[in-house]
């Protein structure tokens, strides 16, 4: 196993590396470590250092730092690549156009869905109340596989593809607004609305209700920012 240090501080970066023999992919691995917290807020990623942990060569290492960035993930600080600290601001504007997105989104899976797009959704509903709410990544994993299901519903590529973005900045931040108090049950009730709403062809009722959906989930999120911020 290879260390991969920094100085302690808010820039630090501590992270164990696999064993050469796994062969991480870099843009993979470094993305997953920044959305889980491994790679702290601040913590700045030197292109040479990668390249030397990784063992290859400066070539992927430039092109998955160049992705990131191009992802939201990092941000340049006085000529250096950090990862990205987000701003209140930042959160809200991620979750309006978030909701601005899933309510088009939502709208096209009840013009265009097929009954295979209704079996997905109608499973990952049937899911919801057999999750274990302890378990914050079964939480994830069954939100999502609903979520998916919609956008695919929608059949449209490029949609699918903006949404899988700004669903990366989300995953960017600690925690899950679906494990605050009640949300869980009211999320599943909103999903089944959805689901109903868009297996009728419902198209308004689906639109509204997405972004209601999601307005709902930028003011627990808030609301848990100003809790983390708080001296």
């Known amino acids: 196993m290879t260390a991969l240090s920094k100085p302690s501080g808010k820039s630090s970066v501590r992270k164990t590396l696999p064993t050469p023999k796994a062969k991480p992919q870099p843009y993979e691995w470094l993305r997953d470590a920044i959305l889980v917290n491994e790679i702290q807020p601040g913590a700045p990623l030197i292109e040479s250092s990668l390249a030397t942990w990784f063992k290859v060569s400066r070539t992927p290492i430039r092109e998955a730092l160049t992705r990131l960035e191009q992802d939201g993930l990092l941000t340049r600080d006085k000529g250096r690549l950090v990862v990205r600290e987000r701003t209140p601001d930042e959160i809200l504007d991620i979750y309006e156009n978030r909701a601005v997105l899933e309510a088009s989104v939502a709208r096209f899976a009840a013009e265009r869905r097929t009954s295979q ?3 997905l959704l109608q499973r990952s509903v049937d899911r919801w ?3 274990d709410t302890k378990n914050q990544n079964e939480m994830l994993e069954v939100n999502r596989d609903f979520h998916m299901a919609m956008w695919r519903a929608g059949h449209n590529e490029s949609l699918v593809d ?4 700004l669903d990366l900045h989300l ?4 925690g899950t607004t679906l494990a605050s108090d009640g949300r869980w049950e009211q999320a599943g009730k909103e999903h089944a609305a959805l689901l109903r709403a868009i297996e009728l062809r419902d198209a308004n009722a689906a639109s509204e209700i997405a ?3 999601f307005l709902h989930a930028r003011d627990i999120r808030l609301r848990l920012w100003d809790t983390v911020r708080k001296p």
């Open 162 to 165: 903006l949404l899988s973005r």
């Open 117 to 119: 797009d209704i079996r």
């Open 171 to 174: 995953a960017h931040f600690p």
């Open 129 to 131: 109340s057999t999750i």
């Open 211 to 213: 972004r209601e959906h």
